[in-house]
């Protein structure tokens, strides 16, 4: 994947869609400068400072007058806040570059102490950042929201300070919402709804549910609302978003992030078009139906429009309500097992959809005791961001993850090279941003548990140089790897917060299932596409396959028993090898 420069494009210039419409029809024209004067001299020490400052705060008045001057006369109140909005942005953004280039100046000859001055750097550069993200709201909640999962990239400083926005997001009124309605519609609430409540039962960065019940039928619907200011400042917001992320990289070149703004400008107009969303979800349920045994439900779309989505009422607590499962005799264990298989089946199912953004908040829970199996529903929303893998990489990635399970580190590198070209030199910071753990464990044994102290070490090794190399990695890697990691390590985070009694093993164990049906499936498609299927060739390679296979699961199925008698008697888990 390229990168772009600074360069930066005429059009649309740095404003938001109400003043990209009074452009148009006034016909004067909203000029960038080039950028490149005012760091010409920003490597030099001692104009450090000022070249920042001018950088920065000229970024930040083009960004905020630009987008508003031509509409100051009609509409005082939206420049205000457009200038608003943009100087957070800008004068953050200043401050934490100076902060780290202070910070990194002159660091202490003793390690412990520059790491320790880095670390305070992080968390005050942080703080700063989420007070920004909260009074900006719209999709700046959005994006702390996707760094705070990002444990494989960032900092934990920067991290365990977003990890409040999951549960953080705006409200907007209901008299807002209910002019929304009326302009998207052409009806009043009154005319399709027999009740609907004023107060939303949940709030998200882009929308939120009020519980209603429809008219005629009395049938109880969740009603998912976009925010009515996203129209007005998604724009303006993304520009600033790009405009940040195009900063950092000119002042810390070798920590270029520009992907993430890259890939937020893809992926923001698909989760903003809700009726894209109802067709996702009717699509995810279809796929599902034909899958029984596993515990999920969707619920079911009434209608999509781009700003309004109608959906069956389905209720459920958060997933790490532990309370509540222990109350209900619902196994930890047991959802962890479910949760590995549901999203197991989307990444390696043949012609599965990948949801893409499975938080704690995306995810509920019920008791179900007429559930075969288990006592339980797993309920997934919010299915604006879906994915399709295709078929190559998806049986490459499943060789992968069998070289990993088996630390076989050959395997390992020649998939990796395979899934995402990369080379023998990138290899062990790939393998730990996959799987999230320190790369001596992944050539040890993935199956224990991640410790707070491996953690530690991960920040550590990120704040000591590698960093920049993952920054680089990363931003090479398809696009669809850098959502299969977004969707691993989310529900990597899901799995830890049950503090289940068998650790990561189970988990594991079904993903090498997985893993190795899929290489199966490959075989036979080889053997099915060869010719005569009857041939003694074909024959001889069908039960090879069949072998190999069974094999696995033979394997599998007896380390599961082993596990199980193990977890009674109290004795923690062993490693793996399939």
């Known amino acids: 994947m390229g990168h772009r420069g600074l360069s930066l494009p005429a059009s649309p210039p740095w404003t938001c869609i109400r003043c990209q419409t009074r452009r148009k029809t006034s016909g004067l024209p909203i000029r960038n400068r080039s950028f490149q004067q005012h760091f010409s001299t920003a490597r030099k020490s001692h104009k450090l400072k000022s070249a920042i400052s001018r950088g920065v705060l000229f970024g930040g008045t083009a960004l905020a007058a630009g987008g508003g001057s031509l509409y100051l006369v009609d509409d005082a109140k939206h420049y205000y806040e457009a200038t608003e909005r943009s100087g957070r942005v800008v004068t953050t953004l200043y401050a934490c570059i100076n902060d780290y280039k202070t910070t990194l100046k002159s660091p202490p000859e003793n390690e412990a102490d520059a790491a320790a001055l880095l670390k305070a750097c992080h968390k005050r550069c942080a703080e700063r950042t989420l007070r920004v993200l909260e009074k900006n709201g719209s999709i700046f909640i959005k994006l702390g929201q996707h760094l705070s999962s990002m444990g494989y990239l960032l900092p934990l400083e920067w991290t365990e300070t977003f990890i409040p926005l999951q549960d953080k997001c705006p409200v907007s009124s209901y008299e807002s919402i209910e002019a929304m309605f009326l302009k998207d519609t052409g009806k009043p609430l009154t005319d399709t709804f027999e009740t609907f409540e004023e107060l939303p039962i949940g709030s998200a960065s882009l929308a939120q549910v009020h519980r209603a019940t429809l008219k005629g039928s009395g049938e109880r619907v969740a009603v998912k609302v976009q925010h009515p200011s996203l129209e007005e400042w998604a724009p303006l917001d993304m520009s600033l978003t790009r405009f940040s992320f195009s900063m950092l990289k000119r002042f810390f070149p070798e920590y270029d992030l520009e992907w993430l703004s890259d890939e937020m400008s893809l992926s923001l107009p698909q989760e903003l078009d809700f009726s894209l969303e109802g067709k996702n979800a009717r699509r995810a349920k279809e796929y599902f139906s034909h899958n029984p045994k596993l515990p999920l439900v969707i619920p079911e779309v009434k209608l999509g429009q781009k700003r309004i989505l109608i959906m069956e009422y389905v209720s459920g607590h958060r997933l790490d309500d532990l309370q509540f499962l222990d109350e209900n005799n619902i196994d930890r264990d047991d959802v962890s097992a479910a949760l590995a298989r549901i999203f197991n089946e989307m990444i390696f199912g043949q012609g599965a959809p990948l949801h893409c953004d499975p938080h704690g908040g995306n995810i509920a829970i019920r008791k179900n005791d007429r ?46 090279k395979e899934v995402a070209n990369i080379n023998d030199e990138q290899f062990p910071l790939f393998a730990s941003a996959i799987t999230g753990r320190d790369y ?6 993935i199956v224990s548990t991640r410790t707070q102290e491996e953690k530690e070490h991960i920040g550590t090794a990120l704040g000591d140089g590698m960093l920049q190399e993952l920054v680089y990695l990363l931003g090479h890697v398809p696009r669809i790897i850098l959502l299969i990691l977004k969707t691993n390590d989310l529900t990597r985070s899901l799995d830890e917060s049950l503090q289940t009694r068998q ?21 036979m498609e080889i053997i099915q596409t060869s010719g005569n299927r009857f041939a003694p060739r074909n024959i001889m390679r069908f039960l090879k396959a069949w072998g190999d296979y069974m094999k696995v699961r033979l394997k599998l199925t007896g380390y599961e028993w082993y596990l199980s008698a193990r977890r009674t008697i109290g004795l923690p888990p062993l490693a793996l090898a399939v």
């Open 371 to 416: 559930r075969r199996g288990v006592n339980f529903d797993l309920i997934l929303y919010d299915h604006g961001l879906y994915r399709d893998i295709p078929t190559k990489l998806r049986r490459d990635y499943a060789k992968l993850w069998l070289g990993v399970i088996n630390s076989d580190e050959k395997e390992m590198r020649k998939y990796a």
């Open 440 to 445: 001596n464990t992944v050539t040890r044994s």
């Open 503 to 523: 650790g990561p093993v189970r988990s594991f164990l079904i993903l090498a299932r997985y893993c190795a049906r899929t290489v199966f499936q490959e075989q």
